[in-house]
């Protein structure tokens, strides 16, 4: 069965500092994606980014990157230039390409606090 | 465009109550989800089904029921409720074959 591991349960950054979330997964199969999400106070879950398994390319969006070690089975999130808006709960999450897709299986997520 | 809209969004019920958290979503959407979130377990999942009148059960499905009669909806069914069901709820829907899951805004319920 795959699963997904977040080992920050919580961290801290200051604001204007880059912070790097962790995640690690298990999984058998080749053809799969990976997703960060984020949930705000408000519950909304957001997404940050997405890495599709077959690109070697990590995926960037604005001031979020991911390094996506496929062979290490690991993604990691980067913030560059926290922002206070950025405090939130993330979850690391993935979804098998083929069978019953659609079906996301999550880490327990990582709590981030930005100071000012 | 509304997206995925579930309601209520909180709710409080009896040990023993039943009751249908609604989900509907307007973008033609095949697939449709429910999780649970529990404080420091993420979100795992209950039911989900790739279409009308197909569903299949995820990794935490007992003490719940659903049905897929249209693409729209696809509500989430509490028969007898338990202080073990209170958590957040999410739907979420997604077209199959696009890794693209859109979530609603959650029902927080809870089981006294």
């Known amino acids: 069965a795959q699963t997904v591991t977040q080992s920050q349960p919580e961290m801290s950054v200051q604001e204007a500092e880059t912070v790097t979330l962790s995640c690690t997964y298990d999984t058998s199969e080749s053809d799969y994606y990976l997703f960060w999400y984020k949930q705000p106070p408000s519950r909304q879950m957001i997404l940050v980014i997405r890495q599709e398994a077959y690109k070697q390319q990590n995926a960037t969006e604005n001031r979020f990157s991911v390094n996506f070690q496929k062979a290490a089975k690991s993604f990691s999130l980067k913030i560059s230039d926290s922002q206070l808006g950025d405090a939130a709960m993330y979850f690391c999450?993935?979804?098998?390409?083929?069978?019953?897709?659609?079906?996301?299986?999550f880490g327990k997520g990582t709590k981030l606090s930005v100071k000012p | 465009n509304a997206g995925v809209t579930q309601t209520p969004k909180f709710q409080v019920l009896k040990t023993g109550q039943s009751m249908t958290l609604q989900c509907a979503q307007d973008?033609?959407?095949?697939?449709m989800s429910w999780y649970r979130q529990d404080p420091g377990m993420g979100l795992r999942l209950i039911h989900y089904s790739v279409g009308a009148g197909i569903t299949d059960q995820g990794e935490v499905p007992n003490g719940y029921n659903v049905s897929r009669s249209t693409t729209e909806d696809f509500p989430l069914r509490l028969l007898s409720a338990a202080p073990s069901q209170t958590s957040v709820y999410f739907c979420?829907?997604?077209?199959?074959?696009?890794?693209?899951?859109?979530f609603g805004q959650g029902t927080r319920l809870t089981v006294v």
């Open positions: 999450a993935y979804m098998y390409y083929g069978g019953s897709q659609g079906n996301l299986i």
């Open positions: 979420a829907s997604s077209y199959v074959g696009v890794a693209e899951a859109f």
């Open positions: 973008m033609n959407h095949e697939y």
